[in-house]
């Protein structure tokens, strides 16, 4: 019976320890490894950059598009892109001239 008392008070000794361990394991799994945890973070760290990255490309292209657009408007268009605008939108070109067509229109540098 002594033995017995003195087991069971080790155990009650021992079991708030034990919970304290599993909860901050389970907490400590989900920090790094959880939908709002390390990882994840991460991950949207790096999508962050992607976007951001993808955002600048966007903007310079619109840049470039907004230029080729204010040479072909106004009272005096440029007549070189006007050149080029006739050309590709007809299919035209002199018998001396090699056209090769894009799928996408290359920036200009």
Request: proline share 6%; charged share 25%.
């Amino acid at each position: 019976m002594f033995l017995l008392r003195i087991l069971q008070n080790k155990l009650r000794a021992l079991v708030l320890p034990f919970i304290a361990l599993l909860s901050l394991g389970y907490l400590g799994y989900h920090t790094l490894h959880g939908d709002r945890g390390l990882e994840a973070w991460i991950g949207l760290s790096e999508r962050l950059d992607a976007l951001t990255r993808e955002r600048a490309a966007l903007k310079a292209q619109h840049g470039w598009l907004v230029h080729k657009a204010s040479l072909l408007n106004g009272p005096d268009p440029d007549p070189d892109m006007l050149d080029e605008a006739m050309r590709q939108q007809l299919f035209l070109g002199r018998p001396d001239e090699i056209v090769i067509r894009y799928r996408t229109p290359l920036p200009e540098k």
